[in-house]
């Protein structure tokens, strides 16, 4: 259905552009808008800094070295002291190498970090898809109003022309004219009012999609399964964030460690004699001793951030739980009322009709 259309047909002006987001000869479902919309969320901008990070410890996991290598360069000499000619240059280079399966660990980091990305773009696409529906539904149920309003302006009318018709007769009081002026002119507000909803909510659609033109297909069957299992985007996006929590934890007893480094130089010097230079070469090997102190408050850190994302799953999928529960009951309330409402719509016809032939014989 094209936004103009509707606008034209209920009588409200519709600021919206030519433009369409999609090709004019693409079907609009409830599938495209969502994807329009998922494309353009904002949040998604997040995931190039996701990918970012995740790279970033793949780069890391494939260098062959722990950390930078480091250069030092030293020189002795005599000439504040005893200015006998003695000198000495020392250098060396300091290789820290990789703890025994610190790479891997990092590597298993990298993994889970860019598995994660999938499952943030799950839940955006939920969201999307929230929006979208919530909106196409506005329309209709505003245009919904429209018609009822519609219709009882035109029964408005009618009757103040009958009642019209009857004071002319002789039938009835004028009185009885002003009250049908009244009630005719408080439909026409509430006309109005409804026209005005519709307007703002066809601005809203258009904002929101990109489209001037509502989905054909709107109405879409209850899912089979009404349970919240482990595949809902927002219960799979935190197990994966767990998984990555864990991942964390293995890396965490590496932080704050001194890594064991290599180290290999050589040594230029000769003494007060001023005899040629002596060179030699070094190697060496340091290690850490009594770092496991050290190591613990990123552990217990990690350990807390894991807490803390375990007991918000358990948290979303109560909430899960109780918001399905909730739309279950309301959805058989309003099943209930629907039959309500066409019974009574039933009987009000009817007493409608005794009415009616009531009035044109007089009463």
Known sequence: MNLRVVCLLFGIGCAVSSNS??????PITLKTLTDYVFTHHPARQAESSMD???????????????????????????????SDGLQEW???????IW?????????????????????????????????????????????????????????????LKNVENRVKGGDLATSESLLAKSHQLEMQSQLASAKMELQQSLNQYHYLTG??????????????????DHGHPLLAELEQQIARQRSEMANARYDNVSHPSLSLGVKRE?????????????VGVSF??????????????????????????????RRLEAELLAAMDNLK??????????????????????QQRSFDMGG
Request: avoid cysteine.
């Open 21 to 26: 987001a999609l090709a004019d000869d693409a």
């Open 52 to 82: 970012a990070l995740a790279q970033s410890r793949s780069t890391l996991a494939g260098k062959l070295f722990a950390e930078p290598l480091s250069l030092s360069v030293n020189h002795f000499n005599d000439v504040i002291g005893s």
């Open 90 to 96: 020392e250098s060396s280079v300091e290789m820290p």
């Open 99 to 159: 703890l025994p399966g610190e790479k891997r660990q990092q590597q298993n980091l990298s993994r889970q970090l860019a598995a994660e990305v999938p499952y943030y773009q799950q839940r955006i696409r939920l969201d999307a898809s929230a929006q979208v529906r919530r909106h196409v539904w506005l329309v209709m149920l505003s245009a919904a109003k429209v018609r009822h309003a519609e219709s009882l302006l035109e029964n408005a009318d009618n009757l």
């Open 211 to 228: 489209q001037q033109v509502l989905p054909d297909v709107i109405e879409e069957a209850l899912p089979s399964v009404t349970e919240i």
């Open 270 to 282: 000769r003494d007060e004699h001023a005899d040629p230079y002596n060179n030699s070469i070094g």
């Open 288 to 317: 850490a001793l009594n770092d496991e102190a050290y190591q613990q408050p990123a552990i217990a850190e990690a350990s807390r951030q894991l807490a803390d994302l375990q007991i918000a799953h358990q948290q979303q999928k």
């Open 333 to 354: 309330t309003l099943q209930h009322r629907q039959s309500l409402l066409k019974e009574q719509y039933e009987v009000s016809q009817q007493y409608v009709d005794m």
